[in-house]
């Protein structure tokens, strides 16, 4: 993650900071992957160029040849808030040369649960119980690393279009909003110590 919202190649060599007071009205929409799971409906994921403005963005460059992506995508945040719990919503979007924007995954984590621990059952990523013992309340204004797997994909993306990590802090027509009221902001960290990276799993 770069200055002036760009999603770079290169680590950081300066440090930099991006705050965002959490939207809590962005959303994915009412047809999307989760509803399905209730109901069986179609999924459907409008163009989330009006989206954009309500969400921390990190946009790269067009891409010189197609890309294929293939399997987990992983985000790792150097994360600080200004609550003692919240949520993180982390989106992977295709953003055409037209400036349309396609939804590609999506991961999220209640913050209460970003240590790691033994899992009752093995995924990929890092393993985290979600018991009430092993949830941890925030500090606010402490940085922490905070890793996390977004769902597993396969797509191809054209050349001209542009890769763009998206982050949330709520999806209002899906969840239940953490913490349940007030203002929340966040913090992401970018610098050669902290550098808060997307690591994709790419199909030569």
Same mark, same amino acid.
């Given at each position: 993650?770069?200055?002036?919202?760009?999603?770079?190649? $290169?680590?950081?060599?300066?440090?930099? *900071?991006?705050?965002?007071?959490?939207?809590?009205?962005?959303?994915?929409?009412?047809?999307?992957?989760?509803?399905?799971?209730?109901?069986?409906?179609?999924?459907?994921?409008?163009?989330?160029?009006?989206?954009?403005?309500?969400?921390?963005?990190?946009?790269?460059?067009?891409?010189?040849? $197609?890309?294929?992506?293939?399997?987990?995508?992983?985000?790792?945040?150097?994360?600080?808030?200004?609550?003692?719990?919240?949520?993180?919503?982390?989106?992977?979007?295709?953003?055409?040369?037209?400036?349309?924007?396609?939804?590609?995954?999506?991961?999220?984590?209640?913050?209460?649960?970003?240590?790691? *621990?033994?899992?009752?059952?093995?995924?990929?990523?890092?393993?985290?119980?979600?018991?009430?013992?092993?949830?941890?309340?925030?500090?606010?204004?402490?940085?922490?690393?905070?890793?996390?797997?977004?769902?597993?994909?396969?797509?191809?993306?054209?050349?001209?279009?542009?890769?763009?990590?998206?982050?949330?802090?709520?999806?209002?027509?899906?969840?239940?909003?953490?913490?349940?009221?007030?203002?929340?902001?966040?913090?992401?960290?970018?610098?050669?110590?902290?550098?808060?990276?997307? $690591?994709?799993?790419?199909?030569?």
């Amino acid at each position: 993650l770069a200055p002036e919202a760009q999603l770079a190649s $290169a680590p950081p060599t300066v440090v930099g *900071s991006d705050r965002y007071d959490v939207d809590f009205t962005a959303t994915t929409g009412a047809a999307n992957r989760w509803a399905t799971q209730r109901d069986g409906s179609d999924v459907i994921y409008a163009d989330r160029a009006s989206e954009a403005p309500k969400l921390l963005t990190y946009t790269s460059e067009p891409l010189p040849e $197609a890309l294929r992506v293939v399997g987990h995508p992983v985000i790792r945040l150097y994360l600080s808030t200004t609550r003692e719990d919240g949520a993180l919503f982390v989106y992977l979007e295709d953003v055409a040369p037209d400036g349309s924007v396609t939804y590609v995954t999506e991961g999220e984590l209640r913050l209460l649960h970003r240590r790691t *621990s033994a899992a009752p059952y093995v995924g990929f990523g890092p393993q985290r119980s979600f018991l009430r013992a092993d949830g941890a309340p925030l500090v606010p204004g402490t940085t922490e690393l905070v890793e996390l797997t977004l769902l597993p994909v396969s797509v191809l993306m054209g050349a001209g279009h542009r890769l763009r990590v998206s982050v949330a802090g709520h999806d209002a027509d899906t969840f239940r909003r953490y913490p349940d009221e007030g203002d929340v902001e966040l913090t992401v960290e970018r610098s050669p110590e902290r550098a808060s990276s997307l $690591a994709l799993p790419i199909l030569r």
